[in-house]
């Protein structure tokens, strides 16, 4: 049993680093939306058809566009107080929240003497680019600009007035998602867009509102703040922390792992008892109670005249409270704190016994640096 659970965790752990663990048969690794989809399905903002496939060839309605794009942004949980009413959706249409949101942060346009959304039409790729670009602030720009920006595409003229200038800022943005087989480079903005550039557009808009989140989402998607342990070295980026590689970051053992009793290949777990924060703005970066997770790379007993002990930890996975499960590389060599003489003691006359308990801190180093967003806690590979 015990060999089994430390091959299930080493196989988890190659499959967690490779990136390949696709959730949808239908989406291979080399679909030109892969990555973009399984990451999306990862969190929940795509989800799959009840036989398991994704199908991202087929279109998406308006509604499931505006459910994707609130979930996208972190903002299932905000509550809308003054909703537009529309006879084709009511309180008790399935979408009717995340369509409120959308409306509220200025996702959709819509003029206010229109009495219906159509929540079933397909959405087209200009309304889904459209949404995509009005959740950020972004520079503005004439139709001169926009015109030129996108004079390689083969349709520009035929392309509708008011999604020139949209169109051009997606293009500044290369959030403007174009087919790659399509070799003659068209917007084709009528066209309903499929569920794979759906999920590249999200994607897309999901890492430029990180930076750059228009006035109400900005308001919301502050960074998140709280007291805890200082992780020296670590930056900011708008609103992504960095933890590097190399930083020290303290954890605490939930069972006791000891040279003299333990093996290599051990599994072990800990949990963060604190927050771990950057320094000055005390941005929450890994939040209490998450856990990390891996082996015993190396246990030698301590034997007298022969060697201290050795216990060296090799971690491989990190589990966050938001149910997140990453890659989190990192090492950690537990010793004793020891005076000069007791130094030299150890020096000459080897046989040191090294055991770690739950109420002891152990300091475990990065070997591969990883990204935060701050507003939301998730962790980006």
């Known amino acids: 049993m015990k060999n089994i659970t430390r091959m299930m965790l080493s196989t988890l752990a190659v499959i967690i680093a490779a990136g390949c663990a ?66 084709d959706v009511t309180p008790e249409f399935w979408a009717y929240s995340a369509i409120q949101k959308a409306l509220y942060f200025e996702l959709i346009a819509y003029n206010e003497s229109s009495k219906t959304f159509r929540p079933d039409d397909t959405v087209s790729r200009a309304e889904a680019i459209s949404m995509a670009v009005n959740a950020l602030t972004t520079q503005e720009i004439s139709d001169v600009k926009a015109l030129e920006v996108l004079k390689e595409y083969q349709d520009l003229k035929t392309t509708p007035v008011d999604f020139i200038i949209p169109a051009g800022k997606a293009e500044i943005l290369n959030m403007l998602v174009t087919m790659p087989n399509d070799k003659q480079k068209r917007i084709e903005a009528t066209r309903p867009a499929t569920r794979a550039e759906v999920a590249m557009i999200l994607y897309r808009m999901i890492e430029e509102a990180r930076l750059n989140p228009n006035a109400k989402l900005a308001d919301v998607m502050s960074k998140k703040r709280g007291k805890g342990y200082i992780i020296e070295g670590a930056t900011v980026q708008g609103s992504i922390g960095i933890i590097p590689a190399g930083a020290v970051v303290p954890v605490n053992l939930t069972k006791a792992v000891s040279s003299q009793s333990n093996t290599a290949g051990d599994l072990y777990e800990a949990v963060a008892n604190a927050n771990f924060v950057t320094p000055g703005d005390n941005f929450i970066l890994i939040y209490k109670d998450s856990k990390f997770k891996g082996q015993l790379l190396d246990v030698r007993k301590g034997k007298w005249f022969v060697r201290n002990g050795v216990l060296v930890l090799d971690n491989s996975i990190l589990e966050t409270p938001k149910g997140q499960t990453i890659p989190f590389r990192a090492s950690a060599e537990i010793t004793k704190d020891r005076n000069w003489f007791m130094k030299i003691v150890r020096a000459l006359l080897k046989g040191e016994k090294l055991d770690a308990y739950p109420d002891n801190t152990v300091e475990i180093k990065l070997l591969k640096p990883i990204k935060i967003d701050l507003t939301n806690g998730w962790i980006i590979q």
């Open 22 to 87: 696709f959730a949808f048969p239908d989406v291979n690794e080399n679909h030109w939306a892969a990555k973009q989809i399984t990451e999306l399905g990862e969190r929940g903002i795509v989800v799959g058809y009840p036989d398991g496939t994704f199908q991202p060839d087929e279109n998406v309605t308006r509604a499931e566009f505006a459910s994707m794009a609130i979930k996208a942004l972190g903002q299932e949980d905000i509550s809308v107080a003054q909703p537009v009413n529309f006879t």
